[in-house]
């Protein structure tokens, strides 16, 4: 089981309006189902593993743990080529619910406006000229000026998944801040993360060999890996990150830490729901 830490004084319950049994059929058909669409594995630019078998088993993580509703609207940032939208395509209620996915790489874009959007309408993507030096070096708009192209409160749910993982601290600050403006009141946020806490070991033989290189960058709440580029995989401190999220509005749901540290976990990264607080009466 992963560690999971409830960090509200008074955490409402995130409770989805699908059952469980439901839900692990859909999951599994989405797995199976050979006529959802699926881009070319050469093209897929990120992540490791079954394009499919991760999708759904984000789909369930995001019902499972955040609450998500077939009837919510929702924002995908980084939603490279659609390894989240396709098994959305199969959960959200086309007549009641949009999805938006945004990311600085147009070849997954465009892959997702051909092969999901004519099928499943709701379902839009954009290209977000953002500058990022691993995956759009030659990018127009700085990180840190970024402003989310949606109108106060469009969403009820966002994910950034993989996203923190490759973005420096004053950038995520922009991301949380942007993120909250743009739910609406008991929206989530749902993010990934390499999260360093205080007493984590760096040399901790257990831990991903691929990340046993994290140094700290000098006089940033960070972490980088030694001779690669800076954002291929990029740690964060632990209460850097907790300030970024209540600093923008945020209260921290739920914490639950990943596989990567070498310990026994439900899912590989750490993940992070934050929700906006809801209007009080």
Request: with cysteine; net charge negative; aromatic share 10%.
């Amino acid at each position: 089981m992963s560690q999971v830490l409830a960090l509200s004084e008074h955490p409402s319950p995130l409770t989805s309006d699908m059952v469980d049994s439901h839900l692990a059929w859909l999951c599994q058909q989405i797995i199976s189902n050979r006529f959802l669409p699926i881009p070319p594995e050469e093209d897929v630019f990120v992540g490791d593993g079954d394009y499919r078998v991760i999708g759904a088993e984000f789909l369930d993580h995001f019902v499972r743990m955040a609450g998500l509703k077939t009837t919510e609207d929702v924002l995908d940032i980084g939603c490279g080529i659609g390894r989240i939208a396709v098994p959305l395509t199969q959960f959200l209620d086309p007549k009641q619910s949009i999805y938006r996915g945004m990311d600085p790489v147009r070849g997954g874009i465009d892959w997702c406006k051909r092969a999901i959007t004519p099928a499943y309408p709701n379902f839009r993507f954009e290209c977000s000229d953002i500058k990022n030096q691993l995956y759009n070096p030659e990018g127009e708009i700085s990180g840190r000026g970024m402003r989310l192209p949606f109108q106060d409160g469009t969403f009820d749910f966002t994910a950034m998944i993989s996203v923190a993982t490759h973005l420096p601290p004053d950038e995520i600050e922009t991301y949380c801040s942007e993120v909250f403006r743009v739910l609406r009141p008991g929206g989530r946020l749902f993010l990934t993360a390499f999260v360093i806490r205080e007493d984590d070991d760096p040399s901790n033989p257990d831990r991903d060999a691929r990340l046993k290189g994290f140094e700290r960058a000098e006089g940033q709440p960070c972490w980088h890996l030694r001779g690669e580029n800076p954002m291929a995989a990029v740690g964060i401190d632990d209460a850097f990150l907790e300030a970024a999220l209540t600093d923008a509005g945020f209260d921290i749901h739920t914490k639950s830490f990943g596989t990567w540290r070498g310990k026994t976990a439900a899912h590989y990264q750490d993940f992070l729901i934050a929700q906006k607080p809801r209007r009080t009466a």
